[in-house]
């Protein structure tokens, strides 16, 4: 039995020797520890690299969504920009089609909408040619007809539009820019194009605001791929084909971010765009990778420390648990609650049970709601809630996490001390295992930062950054509502237009400075006056808008108005003076005077012009008579530019006579226009319209020209001392000619002896008494051309014209010489306004003779020279030599 015994023993040991020697290992391997040790490293080295990834693409997703944001700012900036632009493109081609003393006056008036461009205004005619540039007269021909803004609008058929085009080099300025432009329309017929030139640096500058970060770009991109402006290195790209890009492919969203590695530097960016339709751009900010991930190495650096702690903390566990295998839950649940909590720290972090109730908060909650670790756990998650949180919100958020797990949306956090913020809350779920039960977390980021700024670009593009007051864009948008609002209820809008009186003369004479500090006292006395639903606006310069919503007619606004203008006039302290401005107010109504709020602005400005006509410190209510002679001016003002091109106008020229010989010494040239349609329209009716409108300038260069012609071939033919007058007009002088375009260098280009040619002004050009003024008359003297005054003795102060000036010759207004007969004291004053000549040695004109009595009145007086019918009245060319050889044979 010991034998057998023994034998089957050592069968045991036999069969035990015969197993595999790795079977004993692999079980102890497989072991519930061993198997719980390795799951829960497999867990933190996931988790620690989940985390990683989910930083990663935290990173990468806030920068897309935050250069989206800017692309966003970006292109609502520029909107903005770009709607100034229009607007001051829709002033700018008004205030052309009225003339161009009112273009340039606009110019520099109302340049306060575009402010923050630098820019340069240019307008071509119809056929291309240059006609205006703020940079500088226009000396040359310069032919545009090739420049893409000018096909496009002239090849629209009559389409009213702005357009942006691409960075074209100027011709005359030799710069790159944007052209912004818009056509002008006569008529609904193209008639030129008014521009507004931009650098791409100032279209593209509020890429300066943003925070890009090293290596950052943003890019201005049009419809068609081509670069027109980028930040910084404008220049890169610009002369580059156009091309297709991830966003402008068919099906593209208007808003949105990709990846790509630059072609021009090879810096991976992350480019967030946002396309404007309204302008047909493309606005673009880029951060380069390396830039949005530089805190992710820190934050790697950290979570792999995190996991090789953890690791550590496991290895300390495995030879423990060992030991004290009761303790083993506890343990693993701390250890994966402390890499939860750690995992998170750059945010304010909470953990929760399913129920809501707060098992752990990180460091960074504390610092950003107030409330300890401590003290915090234990409570319902929504003791953190803002009661301000709106109802469905806060109900969509509990479905999608009862449904979903997860939940991701702007939420209102309210602080220990009461105080409440925005933020993003991100909420996930993360089920239970054998180390934990589930968990909920929830990712707390303070969005303050991002509101303010929000805050701050909205304010800036509505609200005027002296007064703040509603800019013109804000401007527009209420008066749209009151109009759409009235348009329902059927009542009335009134809309006040206000240019203050005598304003630029305080700018020029005090300053900037004090300036400013005037127009906000208006734009305070203005606000002190109006209604509480009244909207007050400034619309750059010197000019105030007041929206009237609810008004039965025009008339209920009278009070407001005469307090508007009591309260302008009272004197103002700036500094040690006392300073008094007034204003003129304009009033339309809508639906009465317009339709839209662009045409009611129009008549509420015509009216206040008007006002400012009557004298000033005045209102006026537009009317339909305003629009019709404005309309008339207009048509003035475009049928004679159209005349100057078709030789339409002409010069005839009446005799001046030596009142002693009979014989004629002189001519005064006066332009006379026969119109195809209208016939002969007196001088008295363009000539105004010609000064305002800036025309009289080129008037006045062909009449000179046209006389000269005809001086030239007078002394050939008929008298080498014969004398030809021309009229030099007020505008004329501010105009400022220089150069080989000044009179006296075209008399001496031409040769021809400078007595010979003689400037007639009137006391207007004189009542400037401004430098340049006087350096004209000057330039006359040195050059040998005489000056004569018209009108003389109408002007309260032609007498000391007489002293401060070197004036040749005086003409007598024909108001005095009319009455000779019947007056004894024009009698007088005839005889006293030749012999005060004569002392000063000034020859004398009598104007306007018309019988033989008032000859021999004057001959008695002793006067120079007679004209007027009684002589020959104006003629042509023709009949005047043909005057002036009857008048040699009579004397032979």
Not at 218 to 224: F, G, L
Not at 270 to 295: C, K, M
Not at 472 to 486: S, T
Not at 724 to 743: L, M, Q
Request: proline share 4%; with cysteine.
């Amino acid at each position: 039995m010991a034998a057998a015994q023994s034998k089957a023993s050592d069968g045991t040991t036999s069969e035990r020797r015969w197993l595999p020697r790795g079977t004993l290992g692999l079980r102890g391997l497989l072991s519930p520890l061993n198997v719980g040790a390795v799951a829960c490293l497999v867990f933190i080295w996931w988790f620690t690299l989940h985390q990683l990834t989910k930083e990663h693409d935290r990173l990468i997703r806030d920068a897309e969504a935050r250069t989206e944001v800017e692309a966003q700012a970006f292109g609502e900036y520029s909107l903005g920009s770009t709607r100034r632009v229009s607007e001051f493109l829709l002033d700018l081609r008004a205030s052309w089609l009225a003339g161009r003393e009112v273009f340039e006056q606009v110019i520099r008036e109302r340049q306060e909408v575009v402010r923050d461009l630098t820019f340069q205004v240019s307008v071509i005619d119809e056929n291309g040619m240059l006609l205006y540039s703020s940079i500088g007269p226009v000396t040359e021909r310069v032919d545009l007809s090739q420049r893409e803004h000018f096909r496009v609008h002239k090849e629209s058929g009559g389409h009213d539009a702005l357009f942006i085009s691409d960075p074209v080099q100027g011709k005359v300025s030799k710069k790159w820019s944007i052209q912004f432009t818009r056509p002008i329309l006569k008529a609904g017929r193209f008639a030129g194009v008014v521009v507004v030139s931009v650098s791409p640096e100032q279209f593209a500058g509020f890429a300066n605001t943003l925070t890009v970060g090293k290596n950052g770009v943003a890019t201005i991109i049009k419809d068609s791929g081509l670069i027109i402006a980028r930040v910084p290195d404008p220049a890169v790209g610009m002369e580059k084909p156009p091309r297709k890009r991830q966003f402008n492919e068919p099906g593209a969203p208007e808003t949105g971010s990709y990846r790509v590695v630059s072609g021009t530097d090879g810096v991976e960016r992350i480019i967030g765009y946002h396309h404007v339709p309204e302008i047909g751009l493309y606005f673009l900010v880029g951060e380069s990778v390396a830039s949005v991930l530089e805190p992710f190495e820190t934050y790697r650096h950290t979570a792999v420390v995190g996991g090789i702690a953890s690791t550590l903390l496991i290895a300390l566990l495995y030879l423990t648990l060992r030991r004290q295998m009761a303790e083993r839950k506890r343990h693993l649940e701390e250890m994966r609650m402390a890499s939860l909590v750690y995992a998170s720290s750059s945010e304010a972090m909470m953990v929760t049970t399913l129920d809501g109730e707060v098992v752990d908060v990180n460091p960074a909650f504390t610092i950003t709601t107030g409330y300890g670790a401590q003290e915090f756990k234990g409570q319902p998650s929504d003791a953190i809630r803002s009661e301000c949180n709106e109802r469905a919100v806060v109900d969509a958020m509990r479905t999608a996490v009862a449904d979903k797990g997860t939940w991701s949306g702007e939420y209102l956090i309210r602080r220990k001390d009461g105080s409440e913020f925005p933020a993003l809350l991100t909420i996930d779920t993360f089920a239970g295992s054998a180390l934990g039960e589930p968990r909920r977390v929830a990712l707390i980021h303070d969005m303050t930062e991002k509101k303010r700024a929000e805050e701050v670009i909205w304010r800036q593009a509505n609200f005027d950054t002296l007064t703040d007051l509603p800019n013109r864009h804000l401007f527009y948008e209420r008066l749209r509502q009151e109009i759409a609002r009235a348009r329902q209820a059927h009542t009335q809008v009134a809309l006040l237009f206000i240019d203050l009186d005598r304003f630029k003369e305080v700018n020029d004479t005090l300053g900037h400075d004090q300036g400013d500090i005037l127009l906000k006292e208006i734009a305070r006395r203005i606000s002190a006056i109006v209604r509480g639903t009244d909207t007050v606006a400034r619309l750059g310069g010197d000019e105030f808008t007041i929206i009237l919503p609810d008004l039965s007619d025009a008339g209920a606004a009278a009070p407001i108005i005469r307090s508007l203008l009591a309260r302008i006039a009272t004197p103002l302290q700036l500094g040690q003076e006392s300073v008094e401005v007034s204003a003129s107010i304009g009033l339309a109504l809508y639906p009465r005077d317009a339709d839209s709020a662009e045409s009611l602005l129009v008549r509420a400005d015509q009216a206040m012009f008007a006002a400012k006509s009557a004298g000033r410190n005045q209102w006026a209510v537009f009317t339909p008579a305003l629009q019709r002679a404005e309309q008339e001016r207009l048509r003035i003002t475009s049928d004679l530019r159209v005349a100057l091109q078709q030789n339409q106008l002409a010069v005839h020229y009446q005799p001046i006579v030596d009142m002693h010989t009979g014989k004629v010494r002189k001519a005064e040239a006066l332009i006379r226009w026969t119109h195809p349609a209208r016939g002969e329209i007196d001088p008295a009716d363009f000539i105004p319209v010609a000064e305002d409108s800036g025309l009289i300038v080129e008037i006045g260069k062909w009449v000179l020209n046209e006389a000269l012609d005809q001086l030239m071939h007078w002394h050939a033919t008929l008298d080498d001392t014969l004398q030809v007058s021309v009229n030099k007009s007020p505008v004329e002088f501010r105009a400022n000619a220089t150069g080989d375009t000044s009179w006296p260098k075209v008399v001496m280009r031409r040769g021809i002896p400078p007595h010979s040619l003689v400037v007639e002004i009137t006391e207007g050009s004189l009542m400037a008494d401004n430098a340049d003024v006087v350096e004209h008359l000057n330039d006359f003297h040195r050059a040998g051309i005489d000056i004569a005054l018209d009108d003389f003795g109408t002007g309260y102060s032609s007498l000391s014209y007489l002293k401060r000036f070197d004036i040749d010759c005086i003409k007598i207004d024909q108001s005095f010489v009319r009455s000779l007969a019947d007056n004894p004291k024009d009698i007088a004053l005839c005889s006293a306004i030749v012999s005060m000549a004569h002392a000063l040695r000034i020859k004398v004109i009598a104007e306007g003779i018309e019988t033989e009595e008032q000859r021999a009145i004057l001959v008695a007086a002793g006067c120079d020279y007679g004209q007027g019918h009684l002589f020959c009245p104006p003629v042509p060319p023709a009949a005047f030599e043909a005057f002036v050889v009857e008048r040699q044979l009579a004397e032979t």
